[in-house]
């Protein structure tokens, strides 16, 4: 047997995030048990333009599991108790959306009235 096998993915999952891709892989040990991969894919370029992925690895194995998982729920549960669950950049790219508008509808307002007919008098 080649120390260089082929790893057999048993399960995965993934989880698109704007130009990120998140990997939840089940890989096998050579002991036949189960660990789990996560993965973050994140989308860039080269000078030149063409696409490349940039990827990290973390390798959690089931002992550490349930301490994860913990750890995982009491920072996310901080999280929303203290910023809520609604998203803060979208309510940011809503405002400067909406006040870019407003700009603009207040820049196109703000102008003298001029009356043609009163040029041509003197």
Same mark, same amino acid.
């Given at each position: 047997m080649s120390e260089n096998?082929?790893?057999?993915?048993?399960?995965s999952k993934s989880v698109r995030a704007g130009r990120r891709t998140y990997?939840? *892989?089940?890989r096998s040990t050579r002991a036949g048990d189960y660990y789990m991969t996560l993965t973050e894919s994140k989308r860039d370029f080269n000078e030149?333009?063409?696409?490349f992925y940039k990827k990290h690895k973390i390798?959690?194995?089931k002992e550490d599991f349930k301490d994860f998982q913990n750890a995982l729920k009491e920072?996310? *549960?901080y999280i929303i108790k203290e910023k809520g669950e609604e998203i803060i950049s979208e309510k940011?790219?809503?405002k400067?959306?909406?006040?870019?508008d407003n700009e603009k509808e207040e820049s196109s307002n703000n102008f003298?009235?001029?009356?043609?007919d009163d040029l041509g008098k003197d």
């Open positions: 096998r082929d790893i057999e993915e048993i399960f990997f939840f *892989d089940v030149d333009g063409t696409p390798y959690l194995y920072v996310s *549960d940011k790219s809503e400067t959306n909406n006040s870019s003298t009235e001029v009356d043609f």
